[in-house]
């Protein structure tokens, strides 16, 4: 039997058919009405519309945020659409109707923490969304069932996802963005976002990676390279400086392997980026991995002398045993890893070289051990990662005969009090630094800057330094930081060439007017309390408390001021 559901209004202007009477037939059939006395009703004071279902749109929404600073870079344009559909973001958690969970998949504390956030939430009668590397890879989990979730290839559909939720649905959406058969990098890269520190916009410029490393799992969930064209990357870097941002931060599963997918290079991209930073801001490349940044060494280090590039490269090395090396499936041996590092140090005077070590892999022996501890003596790294392995399930490192537990909970001791040995800035105490102030310390009780070499430089909390390159005096060094004194006779440099947004404020959202003067109502949701379309305007309160959520009352608009005009 057919339903009253089976003939579908495909547009809203579907409504109005060619068979409905026209304006003047329905003004002429008034004469022959005749109008009906009603008892008027006294008005209720303070009268409040109830309503039996959830609109989404009005709810409060917090994000958690776990993992890398791609993951970061993804909870930035989820938090961004979300509150320009009309959520509110909030700091709380327990103020939030909705909780967006977005996890990280490295390592077993990251996961443990996330699975713990998602029972929290349910005891608090919160509904959940989950994203990041945790579902994608693993969307199965027990813990997981009934809850929705996003891909990391699908933050672009977050509203859609959140507003199912809100109405107590399940929905998961985990597929890849693909064009003509080939794999495209993510989401679209102009995308709404929050930015967590309004000076710096941090751009994804790959998914995925060329490796197999026996150990991971975010290559489970992340995929193979997939590239984001050039044209696309400094677009988006543009846009940021228009939007004040004072710093980049290019990041990936791994850089150095950008565009060997789609025909171009690390470096071809960076030199293009470095046409559109203005002076005296700065650009920070993301982790490489040791095979693909060999063959561009010597135009790397151009391009690290560059002054408006951080000569600072994070490049893992994770062993210093060939052996554990051809375990792990790294694809390069110990001594790839030293020709970079000294390559980079000879042609970059003062370069900053971090690393990741893990300790304890499957197979690893004292001798092998040894070769890392080696390692580190010979390089003295000033910024170093120190991990105590763990398995992932899956991985085929899960499988290999393990070392016991006592044992790699020695060696990353042994390993952290080795690095804690030695100071690596002593030698920086006298000198004269030009520095990018763009953070608050931890403690609030300095502002964070970072020279050349992209070491932390801890300056005065003066409003007028924040995004700001100033002229300090290196007086103190500790083992993570440096302590700056501005110089008196210097003035505060500004790199922004725009009045940067305030914290929360949605990226992207700028006004672009078309036909008839309409704005689009899905690009044009501010973060501010008035929805604009045109030189129309809704207060985001008054539709709260109607009940609509603001997409609908955008669409609405738009639909009515496009009849009238």
């Known amino acids: ?59 409060k929404i917090w994000m958690k945020t776990w993992g890398c600073s791609h993951n970061n870079s993804d909870g930035e344009y989820m938090a961004g659409q979300l509150a320009a559909s009309g959520y509110e973001m909030t700091d709380d958690p327990s103020d939030a109707d909705l909780w967006v969970l977005n996890s990280c998949t490295v ?24 994203a990041g590397c945790v579902p994608q890879a693993q969307p199965r989990m027990d813990y997981l069932k009934g809850l929705s979730i996003i891909g990391v290839q699908q933050i672009d559909r977050v509203v859609e996802v959140v507003d199912e939720a809100v109405k107590g649905h399940s929905v998961r959406l985990l597929g890849q963005k693909k064009n003509g058969g080939r794999r495209l990098g993510g989401a679209r890269l102009d995308l ?56 980049i931060w290019l990041t990936s599963e791994d850089t150095g392997a950008y565009g060997r997918d789609i025909g171009t290079d690390l470096p071809t991209l960076l030199w293009r980026l470095v046409e559109e930073i203005p002076e005296g801001a700065m650009l920070r490349l993301g982790m490489t991995n040791p095979p693909y940044i060999l063959e561009h060494l010597e135009e790397m280090a151009k391009i690290l002398n560059h002054p408006r590039v ?9 062993s210093a045993s ?35 070590l893990i300790c304890g892999f499957p197979g690893e022996t004292e001798k092998d051990f040894q070769e890392t501890v080696d390692l580190v003596n010979l390089y ?26 006592h044992v790699k909970k020695q060696r990353t001791k042994e390993l952290s009090q080795l690095f804690h040995s030695y100071n690596p800035y002593d030698h920086k105490v006298g000198e004269r630094q030009h520095v990018l102030v763009t953070e608050e310390s931890f403690d609030a009780q300095y502002y964070v800057s970072h020279n050349k070499f992209y070491e932390q430089v ?46 929360g404020e949605v990226s992207g959202l700028m006004q672009q007017p078309i036909a008839n003067g309409i704005q689009d109502p899905a690009s044009s949701m501010p973060s501010s309390s008035v929805l604009l379309i045109g030189s129309h305007s809704l207060d985001r309160e008054v539709l709260k408390k109607l009940g609509i959520g603001l997409s609908l009352a955008a669409a609405i608009l738009a639909f009515i001021i496009e009849k009238l005009y």
């Open 192 to 247: 709404p976002k929050i930015r967590k520190n309004p000076l710096i916009e941090i751009i994804s410029i790959n998914t995925g990676c060329l490796n197999a490393c026996t150990y991971c799992k975010t290559k489970h969930a992340r995929g193979d390279l997939a590239s984001y064209p050039i044209e696309e990357l400094v677009e988006r870097a543009s846009q940021s400086f228009q939007e004040g941002v004072c710093e």
């Open 458 to 503: 801890l300056v005065p909390k003066r409003a007028e330094f924040k995004g700001k390159m100033i002229e300090v005096d290196i007086y103190e060094a500790g083992k993570h930081f440096l302590k700056g004194r501005p110089v008196e006779e210097s003035q505060p440099f500004t790199p922004s060439i725009a009045k940067p947004l305030q914290k």
């Open 1 to 59: 039997m057919p339903s009253a559901c089976d003939s579908l209004i495909d547009d809203i202007e579907d409504m109005v058919s060619s068979s409905d009477p026209t304006p003047h037939e329905r003004q002429s059939a008034r004469k022959s009405i005749m109008p009906r006395s009603r008892k008027k009703k006294e008005p209720l004071s303070h009268e409040e519309l109830h309503t039996d279902s959830l609109i989404p749109g009005t709810q």
């Open 380 to 405: 003295r790294f000033p910024s170093l990662f120190i991990n105590q392995f763990y398995s992932r399930p899956g991985t085929p490192a899960a499988k290999m005969e393990q070392v016991p537990a």
């Open 310 to 318: 951080y000569a600072f490269l994070h490049v893992p090395v994770q």
């Open 322 to 356: 060939d052996s554990v090396l051809m375990d792990m499936k790294r694809e390069y041996c110990i001594d790839d890893f030293k020709k970079v590092v000294d390559t980079l140090k000879d042609r970059v005077p003062g370069v900053t070289i971090a690393t990741d």
């Open 107 to 130: 390592k077993n504390p990251a996961e443990d923490h996330f699975r713990n956030s998602i029972r929290k939430a349910q005891e608090q009668q919160k509904k959940v969304v989950v």
